[in-house]
């Protein structure tokens, strides 16, 4: 019995693993097109028909580039860095429920998972900027550890509603209770909170325009200046698989998970899939259109308004509860 | 100067991000406008008017050599000196004869000095510009090469050998009289643009203002 569940589980972990590093790699493909037809641009066209093989080109040039090292670098963090960053990501994968019943792993505090991970994520962040012994990796690093507990705070906050209306922290059953709500998502009732998470999952993932950890006109690219070749791809692929793990929080949580208007027969993650697109090209459309905030007004976005927002959140989330009870 | 200030966005605009979700309305509706990318390789980019690209010596299709006199006003005028001429004189007074010229085209800004100070319309600089190499020894032009650049101008057939004008030729606002017997050539239809002079006729219909003049006689 034990042993046919581990094969499942394997064969599942692999399977997920595969896909959503393809996921990833198309994600950068998705992102040049969106971002390029927004600037007026084309975006990738040349590998293959339409661009469709650049992601592969890409992997392939950054797997077989010379892997630099700079000499004053403290090397055993500088190795683990990056693996910390992916491994934490790739490991908030496991708690989320893609239909019914496809879930790795099915843990009742899922969410408070998924929020440790992506933390410990920016330990991998930090490590870089430290153990790269180098001014601009150092205060990216620096911006991406306060950047993300600022907003760490704002996002827990802001799913607290969503949890008050559940009463459970587990995935499956948030999608499930969902489902049996007035208005099949929660997104329309917990509005604020909905608002909320959508701007701390931009600053939560360093994406524009909260992307001050690798900016670019300032930092080089921040935290990963240093890293080359096959380390920086596993900074690359940690990012984008945070975009995704977020993109699947706010969808679980505020967009009614795998369900949708109808079922689609044989695809029973077909809405989920769907809706992590439609919040994906939300990333991409943001980056394209707003330019980067500056360093102190993004700490006071997220501790002088976004927090008591979500405080206030819970507040009337508390008292519609007690009203309609 | 017109100062236009910002209108002050009121609360409720504030509230709902009413200009970011401007911005993010012309950012979609951008997605679906057609790209203004050029796809060079493919799909050439016709040059403008006057554009200053390789350089070529006309060709004399009476001598089959260059019309050049060896006047050398283009080797003086020539702001980075990348042009150089030999020539020598059979009898004391008599016609110059060119020996070599030749250009260092890597060296050379596309100033357009030379074409317009030349009375004899033998040096210009034609329309292509695609002649990057990677060895120096075939951007040093020398007569030769320069025949055969305007040869192969020519050969592309978008203009005749006998109307394709260089705004260089005959600067804007120069007068036609000034100019040497050589260049006071029939300019292209498409080419009387705006406050060009293109002979006597042009400039009076161009500016209607001969009553001063009248007033004095």
Request: glycine residues 8%; aromatic residues 12%; contains cysteine.
């Amino acid at each position: 019995m034990a042993e046919i569940n581990f094969t499942k589980l394997l064969v599942h972990l692999v399977v997920l693993v595969d896909v959503v590093l393809l996921h990833v790699a198309y994600a950068t493909y998705f992102e040049r097109k969106v971002i390029g037809h927004m600037q007026m641009r084309m975006g990738p066209t040349r590998v293959g028909p339409m661009g469709l093989l650049q992601p592969i080109a890409d992997g392939i040039k950054l797997f077989f580039k010379e892997d630099i090292i700079p000499a004053a670098a403290d090397r055993p963090l500088f190795y683990a860095a990056p693996i910390i960053c992916l491994v934490a990501m790739l490991s908030c994968l496991a708690v989320l429920p893609f239909d019914p019943n496809h879930v790795l792993a099915d843990l009742n505090i899922g969410l408070i998972f998924i929020f440790a991970m992506s933390s410990l994520a920016s330990y991998g962040v930090v490590l870089a900027g430290w153990a790269s012994n180098s001014k601009y990796s150092f205060l990216g690093g620096m911006r991406s550890m306060s950047q993300v507990i600022s907003y760490e705070i704002a996002m827990g906050l802001s799913l607290v509603g969503v949890m008050m209306m559940t009463g459970s922290l587990n995935l499956g059953q948030i999608v499930a209770a969902q489902a049996a709500s007035p208005f099949g998502i929660y997104a329309i009732p917990q509005f604020i909170g909905f608002f909320v998470f959508v701007v701390s999952m931009l600053a939560e993932t360093n994406r524009v325009p909260f992307d001050l950890p690798e900016a670019e006109t300032e930092l080089v690219a921040g935290y990963c200046t240093e890293y080359s070749g096959i380390r920086f791809s596993l900074f690359f692929m940690a990012e984008y698989i945070g975009m995704i793990v977020m993109a699947s929080i706010g969808t679980i949580c505020f967009l009614g998970g795998w369900n949708g208007p109808f079922t689609v027969p044989y695809v029973p993650f077909f809405w989920f899939l769907l809706k992590i697109y439609a919040i994906m090209f939300f990333f991409f459309w943001v980056r394209a259109t707003l330019p980067r905030y500056r360093y102190d007004q993004l700490m006071d976005l997220g501790w002088k308004f976004l927090i008591p927002l979500a405080l206030a959140n819970i507040l009337l989330t508390g008292l519609m509860k007690t009203v309609l009870e | 100067m017109i100062v236009k200030h910002k209108k002050k966005r009121n609360l409720l605009e504030t509230i709902f991000l009413v200009e970011i979700l401007k911005g993010m309305g012309l950012t979609l509706r951008r997605m679906f406008s057609k790209p203004v990318t050029c796809q060079y390789p493919t799909e050439k980019r016709q040059p403008s008017l006057g554009f200053r690209g390789k350089h070529a010596l006309v060709r004399n299709p009476h001598t089959q050599g260059s019309k050049c006199v060896a006047c050398l006003r283009c080797v003086t005028i020539c702001p980075s000196q990348c042009i150089s001429i030999r020539f020598h004189q059979d009898e004391e007074n008599g016609p110059r004869l060119l020996d070599s010229y030749e250009i260092e085209a890597l060296r050379c800004i596309y100033c357009g000095y030379c074409a317009e100070v030349c009375p004899v319309n033998a040096i210009l600089l034609t329309e292509s510009y695609e002649y990057s190499s990677y060895d120096r020894q075939s951007i040093f032009f020398d007569q030769e090469k320069l025949l055969a650049n305007w040869d192969e101008f020519m050969d592309q057939g978008n203009h005749n050998p006998h109307t394709y004008v260089n705004p260089f030729w005959r600067p804007r606002g120069c007068d036609i009289k000034g100019l040497a017997a050589p260049r006071r050539k029939a300019v292209p239809e498409e080419w009387t643009r705006e406050g060009q002079i293109v002979g006597r006729k042009h400039k009076a219909a161009a500016s209607p203002a001969p009553p001063e003049q009248g007033a004095k006689q």
